[in-house]
């Protein structure tokens, strides 16, 4: 089956602006977790959602924001970009069954100019 | 603040040479996870182990879950060029919605 899928792939924007992730999880998953990845910071949780409710915050400013959709397609939103935002963002689902196993998707490339 | 502390941050071998990579905290985990991720990649699951004491053999690959849940190690056997990669420990602790907390990382270079 398809595995998770992000878009875009890559993505310039200036300090500022705005923009917006999109995450397709993988079928019957339900559960969406978002990923911040630095070289400096390595992999830091942003949030998860289960069935259109964020159930897990990480220690980011509300400048971050997401959501779920009835389809489980998950999007987060960054506004205000800093130039500190540039990072790796990356989509895992998983399963109903909590394993603690998350299934990524390759991605988004964020530079802040 | 769970932490899970890896070592080392980086290992550059030969080919054909043996590593271990270790992954400790001082949480209890009911599950850990291995990953692998290359460059602009995302990370891909290697294996879980969730008994304390477990060891699961992926190929040339052993992954050892320590007594009390706390701690980790990823053992390569004959490293070849394809390991290298960025390896990432993975805790979780289970009881209704929980997030991951995932390991500081060591970036592998295996050299032909």
């Known amino acids: ?31 969406v977790s978002w990923y911040q990845q630095t070289p400096g910071q390595g992999l830091q949780f942003l949030f998860e959602y289960f069935s259109e409710t964020q159930r897990n915050k990480g220690n ?18 960054v506004s205000t970009l800093e130039l500190g935002d540039s990072a790796l963002y990356l989509c895992a689902s998983s399963q109903r069954d909590w394993t603690g196993e998350l299934f990524f998707g390759e991605g988004s490339r964020l530079t802040v100019l | 603040t769970q932490l899970l502390e890896q070592s080392p941050q980086f290992l550059s071998i030969q080919e054909g040479e043996n590593l271990t990579v270790y992954c400790n905290s001082s949480s209890v985990f009911s599950s850990l996870q291995w990953y692998r991720q290359e460059p602009g990649e995302g990370p891909v699951l290697l294996v879980t182990v969730v008994t304390g004491g477990e ?13 009390a849940r706390k701690d980790s190690s990823l053992h390569i056997t004959a490293a070849q060029p394809g390991d290298t990669g960025l390896y990432l420990c993975a805790g979780a602790q289970s009881g209704g919605y929980q997030k991951v907390t995932f390991g500081t990382g060591t970036k592998l270079q295996v050299i032909p």
């Open chain 2, 55 to 67: 060891v699961k053999k992926l190929k040339r690959l052993t992954f050892q879950f320590g007594d």
């Open chain 1, 1 to 31: 089956k398809a595995g998770v899928t992000q878009t875009p792939r890559y993505l310039i924007k200036t300090r500022g602006q705005q923009v917006t992730l999109s995450c397709s999880p993988i079928s019957g998953h339900r559960s």
């Open chain 1, 60 to 77: 980011f400013p509300g400048r971050f924001s997401g959501r779920q959709f009835s389809n489980s397609r998950s999007e987060m939103n």
